[in-house]
């Protein structure tokens, strides 16, 4: 990836949580680097970082193509990174040897992508997509009020539905992307192509049963709220292995009362997310979920109710970008595979506003949102590459 | 019960936790009971009261019995209370009849029954049976020296092993007590015949698997550590109900990591706490948890391992005390039945010392340590008339 992302700070170890010091810093180096390369930066009023590059025929719309710099605490040096930087990466490339596009081009630096400030993610790509009300600004997380936060990084709350974009505003959007899953690495294949980024459904549910003595309460006396529990979180394991297909299905969060060796548990909380391109699938999913904690209920003498936590509708990738990435690919002998995210990125709220592709590269392990977060430099290098071609694929396409 | 306990104030809706100031004055209205009743009522050097009534033959050992009147927070009236009143209650009643037995009798009220303070029970009964160190005495808890705090409630920690009795040094204890569970309510029997005080083994169970993004993470790739906890509860289940019997198994406490719905669970830590008379019982239902927790393991990608926590010896009620028990029973017209205690009781500790023996009586829906805890007076009752018979029954054997 022209020599630039294996050095500086994007390797140095260092998490950058949403507004924090080190957020900042690292928005000043790539706007640095952008500067060095010939470019003008500016920052819109919800915070992210955009640079444009001409193309000959400037009535087209810009192919617009990033990602983000921001990251989860604890979180590795490759998730939005590698996006950001090869973006540039690949103007420096246009620049050494001399091609100019048809479209405009343009690149971004999304601000805050990461769910940890504010307790929400893709939280400035939702701004330019148009979902923002003036409230949001008066949010407060650690100390910090969400307008104040966005003008620390260089935004303008006061303006901030000027940073919003119409439909069309871009001729595609693009974004290379670390997978964050092992499936490319097991699968040996260098180069993922996004089928799309999936729908999520969350629940939360809470099983009543009755707290009693653990040594006194027979075994068929006992309303035990933990027991339901334990064969919930096996339904839903079932119910998600049940149909052929790359659905997954998470029992994460528990919370017990009173959570104690020698008391039958009265209550039990649990969280139940599910996510799959196919709404549909979402919702049978948990159909055979419900079907199942109702046996679960009578046999162990509880109650189960679901009360709706979340649910993200899903963003498809555009086929043409889906094929553009390929044939970039392929260009470039690389092998690629079609895949679905299981996790968001700001790709998705782009979707909203025109046709949207991702490439993503190997995660060895698998492992991600972590300082063992690792792809490989040449993984990295192929992804860059393919993100140029892919630019150059849709630029040929009106 | 010789129409005292329904009223005073044990039946105040007050929780008496060990060694505060309700306790402190739970003992002192009890003690000036005792004294109404012309006892002269002593405290031992570990905190327990105790009162005599002297036999006809005063070289025979004396038949004791009592219970406790310290409650866990938000405990009821009737645990511990019932067989601490009705034990004064039946020294009351021979002197209405002017009755003398041949075995000095002696009352006792055990201090700091229940396992909250210093997070141990049946503290100062163990202290009589010479389960006492030095050392303990330093123990802290909520900013209280254990030394002070039996200090506190009239006792010696300077003279703290002089609580200690020998082998043999009474002829039987004796226990009335609700039986905290609904075993009695639902057969329709007034009268339990406690066979002996169960035997408890604890294991933590440690499940290690690794956390991953519950998006990008494919079910094949995943070691869920919540997903195995989740079958391991119900294999303890199993285990408990597999053979026919009185065992119970809980697991009561989990804990897992991180905790988060969109993060699958890298650790669950997990209770699991066995109780039967029988201790080779607790073993080889623990052996069938162990085989299944390698099948799990396997299937899950995860590993678990158990940590022994804790093993309490069982407590066997003598022969010729439950026989004494049913005659007593049969001589009111009251039916009686056998069933093992699932809870700890202070008789445990008296058994090392000698024949034991318990009554129980019905607890209204089995509920205890509850606020909801009621047995209902006629039974009250019933268990002081059957306590005293015994004592009659007790005093006919050398």
Do not use: K, L, V, Y
């Given at each position: 990836m022209f020599g630039r992302p294996a050095g500086g700070t994007f390797a140095d170890g260092v998490s950058r949580v949403a507004y924090s010091d080190a957020d900042i810093e690292g928005r000043r180096y790539v706007m640095e680097l952008m500067k060095a390369g010939g470019l003008q930066p500016r920052i819109d009023p919800a915070g992210n970082i955009f640079a444009n590059r001409p193309g000959a025929e400037p009535r087209l719309p810009p192919i617009l193509f990033g990602s983000h710099i921001d990251s989860v605490p604890?979180?590795?040096?490759?998730?939005?990174d590698l996006g950001s930087l090869s973006a540039l990466g690949a103007l420096e490339a246009l620049d050494a040897t001399g091609m100019r596009t048809r479209h405009p081009l343009e690149i971004v630096v999304w601000?805050?992508?990461?769910?940890f400030a504010f307790g929400r993610g893709l939280a400035c790509s939702r701004i330019v997509a148009g979902?923002?009300?003036?409230?949001?600004?008066n949010e407060v997380w650690n100390g910090m009020r969400r307008g104040d936060a966005i003008r620390r990084i260089g935004g303008n709350p006061d303006r901030i539905f000027e940073a919003r974009r119409p439909k069309g505003a871009h001729h595609c959007y693009l974004e290379l992307h670390i997978?964050?899953?092992g499936t490319l690495e097991r699968a040996g294949v260098p180069i993922g192509v996004v089928e799309g980024i999936v729908a999520i459904d969350k629940y939360d549910a809470v099983v009543t049963g009755f707290a009693n003595h653990a040594g006194t309460t027979p075994i068929t006396e006992r309303h035990d709220a933990m027991l339901a529990a334990a064969h919930l979180t096996v339904a839903v394991r079932d119910a998600v292995t049940?149909?052929?297909?790359?659905q997954v299905g998470t029992v994460g969060h528990i919370e017990v009362t009173p959570n104690s060796p020698n008391v039958i548990p009265g209550l039990a909380r649990l969280s139940i997310e599910l996510r799959d391109l196919s709404p549909q699938k979402l919702v049978a999913m948990m159909d055979d979920i419900r079907a199942r904690a109702r046996e679960i209920a009578a046999n162990t003498q509880t109650t189960i109710e679901f009360i709706p936590a979340m649910s993200a509708a899903p963003a498809v990738a555009s086929a043409e970008v889906q094929s553009a990435i390929e044939r970039a690919g392929a260009s470039l002998g690389l092998g690629t595979s079609r895949l679905p995210s299981g996790a968001g990125h700001d790709a998705q709220m782009m979707a909203l506003l025109g046709p949207m592709g991702m490439i993503f590269v190997p995660s060895v392990a698998g492992v991600?949102?972590?300082?063992k977060e690792l792809t490989h430099w040449e993984d990295c290098a192929r992804g860059a590459d393919v993100l140029l071609r892919t630019v150059l694929e849709m630029d040929k396409l009106s």
């Open positions: 604890g979180g590795g040096n490759f998730d939005g601000a805050h992508e990461e769910g979902e923002i009300t003036p409230a949001d600004m997978e964050q899953g049940r149909a052929p297909g790359r991600s949102h972590s300082p």
